[in-house]
């Protein structure tokens, strides 16, 4: 069965307390998440933009480069004490009442 959002942040958040220091200072955290969504923009570039990878250049899987934004973004909840559950409905909520009309529809 897939995991929920909220196992998904305690599970991390059970990871984390181990470390004297459980998640890194706020702008450690933004700069970490940003060099992994940073690293998803290199990857997708490499799949279907014009700088193609270097033959001897293995491209890192984008499931893995999307777990590790998954990661950091649980993280950056976790120690604000942000309820992804709540964020993620919030979210929907929006694309289904304000954006609405934003998007042709089939
Ligand atoms: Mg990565």
């Known amino acids: 069965m897939d995991k929920t959002l909220r196992e ?3 599970e991390v ?3 984390a307390k181990q470390f004297k220091e459980p998640y890194f200072p706020p702008l450690s955290r933004m ?3 940003t060099e992994e ?3 998803v923009a290199r990857i997708v570039n490499r799949m279907y933009g014009s700088k ?3 033959p001897e250049e293995a491209i890192v899987d984008l499931e893995e480069e ?3 934004v998954l990661f950091t973004l ?3 909840a976790n120690a604000e004490g942000i309820n992804l559950t709540r964020a993620f409905e919030r979210k929907m909520n929006k694309v289904n009442t304000r954006d609405i009309s934003r998007f042709e529809k089939k």
């Open 37 to 39: 969504v940073g690293e």
């Open 74 to 76: 649980t993280c950056m």
């Open 52 to 54: 193609k990878a270097k």
């Open 31 to 33: 700069a970490a998440m």
């Open 8 to 10: 998904v942040q305690k």
């Open 13 to 15: 958040d059970d990871w």
């Open 66 to 68: 999307l777990g590790d």
